[in-house]
């Protein structure tokens, strides 16, 4: 492989891998249009694209062999700028591409050719890859301190007449644009995060070869341990009270996994209104600081979730601080949840919520006090959930203080965050944006809810396809979260086939661990089985097959001598397959273990073969010793 980027003679660049070409046509554009160069300037290693209100300008350093990054500035740029796109609609021939979501429940992974001609458009935030062949193409920004990064793909066929006749052929077209807002902040000068083109024979590789540098430019928080905890959310809801607090606390005594957790974590209902974070509500009489009190008596971490940009329109911080919200272009407030006459599942019925304008000294110094005295009451733990509010463009919005982008501003708010509660604290982003929280976040929520059921609302199915595309950020930006592992035998309608699929999935990606579920009152299998799904340290499986479209997870933890092979069905049919041991990436002549039985399996021709009924999975211990028993009790202790 040999990838380079070339000036073509109307100004626009060519990506090629040695002389295939990847890309072309790569031209600038401002707010969605091609510039109007009034002049171009060619030079060796750079190109100026002259227009009328400025210049655009990019540097092509000099190329490794398999990758290289591109420079962009803007010098002397007259007008506003809503966005600049590094290239607008660059032509390609893609195979497949990645798709990184902006943040939690988005749809991350791989598509191939016919998901791609069927969506249409795919947006990736910070980072893309696409594939050719068996190559994958792998393009980024090195950083994400100021501006949010888009990815777009465009897809979709076209009618090309032939000559003489009404006949038409369909063509596929796949266009490309790499593209940074400034949300008209009135920035002439300006240097950009550089963009890398890396060229790599597997997209696992480009994806994390990608997000160490992101992570390691960031200053990412990589060495806290996998969070093991308890949350009140997925089984009491917003009912949790300071009742239930006192027989959790005193339940979990004794119990194997609950005498091991570390962090216990009050989730929504504490407080009576979003934004009145240190006010208890009428479920805890006793105060918050009580409660974090009894807590700690007992052996555990206290934890809290904050809504840290929400606002409640009933709240006591609207009622006496209307300015502290953001507003519309019109003045009005900024509406972005509305609970009208809704069941009360989330707690808080008829109320609209606001968001916080962090631009304002006083909002921000108020939510400054938040943290610092929950940090001062003990708490270590801080769930902050519906982040992503606080990446308004600021365009669109009238701020307290203007002038800078959205990322600036939710960056300097998340500074504040992490200086009140200290850096010994473990801070879980949730509903949060990836790439503008990676430096402050340990932990991140990937997938949407889970809930008690396979399918239907607050369901397993967008965490599943989740967790495999975000792998690569895990333990490179953060540890990501696959949400609660559900373990309760009752009020819920996952099999004891699905309990024990996702449990394990959850704890073979090599994130953090938590229930909701009462641990006091669960069967001892299933309690059981949450002992032996501890994580013990920082871990990252492989992903043998993430560049295909299959119905099965494949997850590989391979050391030195021994592997951990996870294969999970997530199909509604029976899944039946063999995999070579190489094709796992583990050397040919190994023994292979199933769990289920101890026993040595029988191999065919090196094969591992699998047959899995629907939600099922197989776990298997691969080790080069043939004496090796696995270990039933604690699932790491097989490394």
């Known amino acids: 492989m040999g990838l380079s980027c070339r000036i073509e003679n109307d100004g626009s660049?060519?990506?090629?891998?040695?002389?295939?070409?990847?890309?072309?046509?790569?031209?600038?554009?401002?707010?969605?249009?091609?510039?109007?160069?009034?002049?171009?300037?060619?030079?060796?290693?750079?190109?100026?694209w002259v227009t009328a209100h400025g210049n655009i300008a990019c540097r092509l350093p000099e190329a490794d062999e398999n990758c290289f990054a591109l420079e962009y500035a803007l010098e002397n740029y007259e007008v506003p700028v809503h966005t600049i796109h590094f290239f607008l609609?660059?032509?390609?021939?893609?195979?497949?591409?990645?798709?990184?979501?902006?943040?939690?429940?988005?749809?991350?992974?791989?598509?191939?050719?016919?998901?791609?001609?069927?969506?249409?458009?795919?947006?990736?935030?910070?980072?893309?890859?696409?594939?050719?062949?068996?190559?994958?193409?792998?393009?980024?920004?090195?950083?994400?301190?100021?501006?949010?990064?888009?990815?777009?793909?465009?897809?979709?066929?076209?009618?090309?007449?032939?000559?003489?006749?009404?006949?038409?052929?369909?063509?596929?077209?796949?266009?490309?644009?790499?593209?940074?807002?400034?949300?008209?902040?009135?920035?002439?000068?300006?240097?950009?995060?550089?963009?890398?083109?890396?060229?790599?024979?597997?997209?696992?590789?480009?994806?994390?070869?990608?997000?160490?540098?992101?992570?390691?430019?960031?200053?990412?928080?990589?060495?806290?341990?996998?969070?093991?905890?308890?949350?009140?959310?997925?089984?009491?809801?917003?009912?949790?009270?300071?009742?239930?607090?006192?027989?959790?606390?005193?339940?979990?005594?004794?119990?194997?996994?609950?005498?091991?957790?570390?962090?216990?974590?009050?989730?929504?209902?504490?407080?009576?209104?979003?934004?009145?974070?240190?006010?208890?509500?009428?479920?805890?009489?006793?105060?918050?600081?009580?409660?974090?009190?009894?807590?700690?008596?007992?052996?555990?971490?206290?934890?809290?979730?904050?809504?840290?940009?929400?606002?409640?329109?009933?709240?006591?911080?609207?009622?006496?601080?209307?300015?502290?919200?953001?507003?519309?272009?019109?003045?009005?407030?900024?509406?972005?949840?509305?609970?009208?006459?809704?069941?009360?599942?989330?707690?808080?019925?008829?109320?609209?919520?606001?968001?916080?304008?962090?631009?304002?000294?006083d909002a921000m110094a108020y939510m400054k006090k938040v943290f610092t005295t929950f940090r001062g009451w003990g708490v270590e733990l801080f769930k902050t959930d519906f982040m992503l509010w606080g990446l308004q463009d600021s365009s669109r919005v009238k701020r307290y203080v203007p002038g800078k982008t959205s990322v600036e501003y939710f960056r300097e708010f998340l500074q504040v965050i992490r200086e009140a509660i200290g850096e010994e604290s473990y801070w879980l982003g949730c509903i949060a944006p990836y790439l503008p929280f990676v430096g402050y976040a340990d932990g991140m929520r990937i997938g949407g809810d889970v809930g008690s059921r396979w399918d239907g609302g607050f369901c397993p199915q967008n965490m599943m396809r989740c967790l495999v595309g975000s792998n690569y950020m895990n333990h490179n930006y953060f540890q990501t979260d696959p949400d609660a592992v559900m373990l309760r035998d009752f009020q819920i309608r996952l099999t004891e086939r699905d309990i024990h699929s996702l449990a394990l999935l959850a704890a073979l990606s090599g994130g953090c661990i938590y229930t909701s579920d009462p641990l006091h009152r669960i069967a001892p299998d299933r309690e059981k089985l949450f002992e032996f799904i501890q994580p013990d340290k920082r871990r990252k499986p492989t992903l043998p097959f993430l560049s295909e479209v299959r119905p099965e997870i494949v997850m590989v933890h391979k050391e030195e001598k021994k592997a951990l092979v996870f294969v999970m069905n997530k199909a509604e049919t029976d899944f039946r397959a063999a995999y070579t041991l190489e094709s796992l990436g583990i050397p040919s002549g190994w023994n292979v273990f199933r769990f289920k039985t101890g026993e040595k399996e029988e191999l065919w021709k090196e094969q591992l073969v699998v047959d899995i009924p629907p939600h099922g999975c197989r776990l298997y211990l691969v080790a080069e010793d043939e004496n090796v028993v696995p270990d039933y009790e604690k699932l790491w202790n097989n490394l």
């Open 13 to 48: 660049l060519t990506v090629y891998n040695e002389s295939t070409c990847l890309i072309k046509n790569m031209y600038p554009g401002i707010d969605g249009h091609p510039v109007h160069a009034l002049q171009i300037i060619r030079e060796d290693k750079r190109v100026v």
């Open 89 to 361: 609609l660059a032509d390609i021939q893609a195979e497949g591409f990645y798709q990184a979501a902006e943040g939690m429940g988005k749809d991350t992974g791989y598509y191939g050719k016919e998901e791609i001609l069927k969506k249409g458009t795919l947006l990736s935030y910070g980072l893309c890859s696409l594939q050719y062949g068996k190559d994958f193409l792998t393009i980024y920004t090195t950083s994400q301190n100021h501006y949010e990064t888009i990815c777009e793909l465009n897809a979709g066929e076209k009618n090309r007449y032939t000559d003489g006749d009404d006949l038409r052929n369909m063509e596929e077209v796949e266009q490309l644009s790499f593209h940074v807002r400034m949300e008209n902040t009135n920035r002439g000068q300006e240097v950009f995060e550089k963009v890398k083109f890396i060229l790599t024979d597997s997209l696992e590789d480009g994806l994390n070869k990608a997000a160490e540098e992101i992570g390691r430019n960031m200053s990412a928080r990589l060495f806290m341990p996998p969070a093991y905890h308890w949350c009140s959310w997925y089984y009491c809801y917003q009912n949790f009270d300071m009742a239930q607090l006192r027989e959790y606390v005193k339940g979990f005594a004794g119990q194997g996994s609950g005498e091991k957790i570390r962090y216990f974590q009050m989730d929504v209902g504490y407080c009576p209104s979003m934004g009145d974070w240190l006010e208890p509500s009428e479920r805890f009489p006793e105060g918050l600081e009580a409660a974090f009190r009894k807590i700690r008596e007992a052996g555990y971490t206290p934890g809290v979730w904050v809504g840290a940009f929400m606002v409640g329109n009933r709240s006591r911080l609207y009622r006496e601080h209307p300015d502290w919200i953001l507003h519309d272009l019109e003045g009005k407030p900024l509406v972005l949840w509305v609970m009208d006459n809704e069941p009360k599942v989330w707690g808080y019925q008829d109320e609209e919520y606001y968001c916080l304008d962090t631009s304002h000294p």
